[in-house]
């Protein structure tokens, strides 16, 4: 289905619940707001249904929208949902009536009946954007939740999947009237007390290696029990070694419990092949991003890790 | 000037000097890159005078423009320099010959023959990006350079300065060809070893007070020693204390020799107003963002400082 054709089937159903994937991002809950908001402009009856997974910094996006006990929907949408391995569990109920899906997910398994996908779309939120063009006015809080959709699924236009389109859309979005800086700031400003700490922990003990293009950072049960953090303070903390200057293998080792290691190794394309070296220790994952379970203390891993990925470069032929 | 008028108006000189303000930022350089680019395409000859304070993380864009020995131009343009006071050394000898200045302060002092402002626009790259519009083509080159400063002055469409129109801009800059992502990862995803040991620091001895709404912060010389960090490595590190969640005063102390600490204050608008508290400690500022370089240890000057705050809260009725 293309947008307009998207459009038209939300303009001839009604009663509708909207579902949104597990670990639910700005993307998926942007989509399910924006959407949810836009279908009761229409004069359409619509709730999003609760995703136990949501954290706080998402939910607010939510209120008023949820679907209240014993619900019955006549029209079923599911938002930025590429996969039915992606469905929280209480919308398992839902696998097999999805009327329409609605993703930008090139991986999308057309589990729904009808659905409008747009694979060259940085986020869900874009595509979305196009539709509800078609249902009527953009309201500032369809603007609001969009724009989160859109800025948050290219980490605020800074990722490769960033297009002109998602800057276009981003320029419309802003001027529905809503006021951007607070959300830009809550979503790519914040950070948390407890999750500066840690940060600064893996700082203090991250080993160089390489000449510097192969850096170490260390995330051990004692560090996460001192300051006292929970699962959200070390969210993607992979990502943190990944911004070093000039490092193009960075090693993230996670103590996950007395003698178990969680390694996530991100490589530069063309360098280290991160799933090779993720396979010899058990895991798997992409050439740039692979991830392993290991048994083990944090200095046996880390031996470990260094041996596999020396084996690697040697089969490679860059000893 | 109208852009339309300002390229007209360089359409019809030529031997042109470009000329970008001290502390040179993406805006200035970027701004200076891409319109000695499109003044070459037009056919012109045209150089950049060469900025001593130019640091290897902008200098790249200047390659192969930069004036030689001896150059005499007949025109000379300013790019995002608001006052005689941003000349650079180099350029002072021009202080009463400016052709032309593109900017987009409201502070512009109309120092030039002619003005070009839009002080509507976040970037002065915005405005110049209209300017070589007119001009002809926009290579890739061209291309990046204004999206460099264009991005970096807007913090990559994070800031409250960006504007619908700052995300059109950026789309159609990256219509020209080039890759964004290398950019956007060198200017907004990278830090140096030094900086992250630093931040590190920084965040291992924050104190947070009032339930969190007060965060101190304190860099002394002996962590610069320890870390081996340059200026560089400490640029703008006055804005890490305020990415803390809940933070709305944001306190950095920063020993400048010993005996001497320099107090930078971050506020939130309508809480604390950050220039009265630094007028006590004899410095100044704006109402969200003030400093002061005061006498004593560190020690001390934290306590002047706290004293300071509780005075103003106190004067206004929020203590």
């Given at each position: 289905?293309?947008?307009?054709?998207?459009?038209?089937?939300?303009?001839?159903?009604?009663?509708?619940?909207?579902?949104?994937?597990v670990?639910?991002?700005?993307?998926?809950?942007?989509?399910?707001?924006?959407?949810c908001?836009?279908?009761?402009?229409?004069?359409?009856?619509?709730?999003?249904?609760?995703?136990?997974?949501?954290?706080?910094?998402?939910?607010?996006?939510?209120?008023?929208?949820?679907?209240?006990?014993?619900?019955?929907?006549?029209?079923?949408?599911a938002?930025?949902?590429?996969?039915?391995?992606?469905?929280?569990?209480?919308?398992?109920?839902?696998?097999?009536?999805?009327d329409?899906?609605?993703d930008?997910h090139?991986?999308?398994?057309?589990?729904?009946?009808?659905?409008?996908?747009?694979?060259?779309?940085?986020?869900?939120?874009?595509?979305?954007?196009?539709?509800?063009?078609?249902?009527?006015a953009?309201?500032?809080?369809?603007g609001?939740?969009l724009?989160?959709?859109?800025?948050?699924?290219?980490?605020?236009?800074?990722?490769?999947?960033?297009?002109p389109?998602?800057?276009?859309?981003?320029?419309?979005?802003?001027?529905?009237?809503?006021?951007?800086?607070?959300?830009?700031?809550?979503?790519?400003?914040?950070?948390?007390?407890?999750?500066?700490?840690?940060?600064?922990?893996?700082?203090?003990g991250?080993?160089?290696?390489?000449?510097?293009?192969?850096?170490?950072?260390?995330l051990?049960?004692?560090?996460?029990?001192?300051?006292?953090?929970?699962?959200?303070?070390?969210e993607?903390?992979?990502?943190?070694?990944?911004?070093?200057a000039?490092v193009?293998?960075?090693?993230?080792?996670?103590?996950?419990?007395?003698?178990?290691?969680?390694?996530?190794?991100r490589t530069?394309?063309?360098?280290?092949?991160?799933?090779?070296v993720?396979?010899?220790?058990?895991?798997?994952?992409?050439?740039?991003?692979?991830?392993?379970?290991?048994?083990?203390?944090?200095?046996q891993?880390?031996?470990?890790?260094?041996?596999?990925?020396?084996?690697?470069?040697?089969?490679?032929?860059?000893?």
């Amino acid at each position: 289905m293309t947008p307009k054709e998207a459009a038209e089937f939300l303009n001839t159903h009604d009663r509708y619940l909207i579902l949104t994937h597990v670990r639910p991002d700005g993307d998926t809950i942007g989509c399910a707001a924006g959407l949810c908001r836009a279908l009761r402009l229409a004069g359409k009856q619509a709730y999003v249904l609760e995703n136990p997974e949501a954290t706080s910094l998402f939910t607010p996006y939510l209120e008023g929208l949820l679907a209240p006990q014993g619900y019955e929907p006549e029209t079923v949408v599911a938002v930025d949902m590429a996969a039915r391995g992606l469905f929280p569990d209480n919308a398992k109920q839902y696998l097999e009536w999805v009327d329409l899906a609605i993703d930008h997910h090139p991986s999308q398994e057309f589990y729904a009946k009808h659905t409008c996908l747009d694979a060259t779309r940085a986020a869900c939120g874009e595509l979305m954007y196009e539709i509800v063009q078609h249902l009527g006015a953009i309201t500032p809080e369809m603007g609001e939740a969009l724009y989160v959709a859109v800025s948050t699924d290219c980490g605020c236009f800074v990722y490769s999947n960033t297009t002109p389109a998602t800057h276009r859309v981003a320029a419309a979005l802003m001027e529905t009237g809503f006021d951007p800086y607070p959300v830009n700031r809550r979503h790519f400003r914040t950070k948390s007390f407890r999750r500066l700490k840690i940060e600064g922990m893996l700082a203090a003990g991250m080993e160089l290696r390489d000449g510097g293009e192969t850096a170490l950072v260390f995330l051990t049960l004692d560090m996460i029990a001192q300051v006292g953090a929970e699962e959200r303070d070390v969210e993607d903390i992979s990502s943190f070694v990944g911004q070093v200057a000039g490092v193009k293998n960075g090693v993230t080792l996670r103590e996950l419990s007395p003698g178990v290691c969680k390694l996530s190794l991100r490589t530069e394309p063309g360098d280290l092949n991160a799933s090779a070296v993720c396979a010899i220790l058990g895991g798997g994952g992409h050439a740039a991003a692979a991830g392993a379970t290991v048994e083990g203390t944090m200095a046996q891993v880390r031996e470990a890790v260094l041996e596999a990925i020396e084996k690697v470069r040697q089969e490679t032929g860059r000893a």
